[in-house]
């Protein structure tokens, strides 16, 4: 399954990997038959289809594909990557010879809606190799989706687990902000209880301090009198014992 860790979340490391033969590198473009060699038998002449020793085989109605809808919130770079890393990966996992990964490409190639191509795509395969059978075919389709499912569980597993594990961050994020936030709108409330007690206060000052700086004003005042008026008549005496007296 090492063949998917282009997807983010694979490591190079999974466990679990495929046990098949090391597969043999082969043309995976489906713009023509595949060419791999034969297994058990020569190949036939410029891959015609065999015109003898083919086994009967009537194809059965073949239903249409059909695929569950995309997203349209998922961007399509993100769906065409995910496509070439499967694909990729399927063609990694070919076992050598002529078997259901050239099967599939013929018949992909012919339309795999259409009977006759399982038939023709059977028909060549068989003029490559005379172990060919249908069960054959399907048990090797089986080893595909098999190991293919295994990728895709992993993927499944370590993507679920990435996302839990931010969302736990983002939750915890989440969490700490609020917190944070409602502590400082208590601290902001609590400021607020205080600007209105100092402005009350501020306003008050007048009043609470106004009555003691009149008493004290008033006793200066008086003060202030009452001594240039002692001072006033100890001068006059003075004046009048330096003008009467001799």
Do not use: C, W
């Amino acid at each position: 399954m090492g063949f998917f860790k282009d997807l983010f979340i694979v490591d190079e490391n999974a466990a679990n990997k495929p046990t098949a033969t090391e597969p043999v590198k082969k043309e995976t473009t489906l713009s023509k038959f595949p060419t791999a060699a034969p297994t058990n038998s020569a190949p036939a002449e410029s891959f015609s289809f065999p015109k003898a020793e083919t086994p009967s085989f009537t194809p059965e109605p073949t239903p249409s594909v059909s695929f569950a809808p995309i997203s349209s919130q998922v961007p399509n770079e993100y769906i065409e990557k995910a496509l070439d890393v499967y694909e990729k990966g399927f063609e990694s996992l070919n076992q050598p010879g002529f078997d259901f990964y050239e099967f599939f490409q013929s018949v992909a190639l012919g339309g795999s809606n259409n009977p006759q191509v399982y038939v023709m795509a059977f028909q060549m395969a068989y003029g490559m190799d005379k172990s060919i059978t249908k069960d054959k075919l399907v048990q090797q389709a089986d080893f595909y989706l098999t190991e293919i499912d295994k990728v895709y569980q992993e993927y499944v597993g370590k993507g679920n687990g990435k996302k839990q594990e931010l969302l736990t961050l983002k939750d915890n994020e989440n969490k700490n902000l609020v917190s944070e936030l409602d502590s400082m709108k208590q601290q902001l409330a609590a400021l607020q209880i205080q600007i209105e007690d100092r402005q009350r206060k501020l306003g008050e000052i007048d009043t609470k301090y106004g009555p003691q700086l009149s008493k004290i004003e008033n006793k200066i005042s008086a003060n202030n009198i009452a001594n240039q008026k002692i001072v006033e008549s100890i001068q006059h005496v003075k004046t009048g014992i330096i003008s009467n007296l001799k």
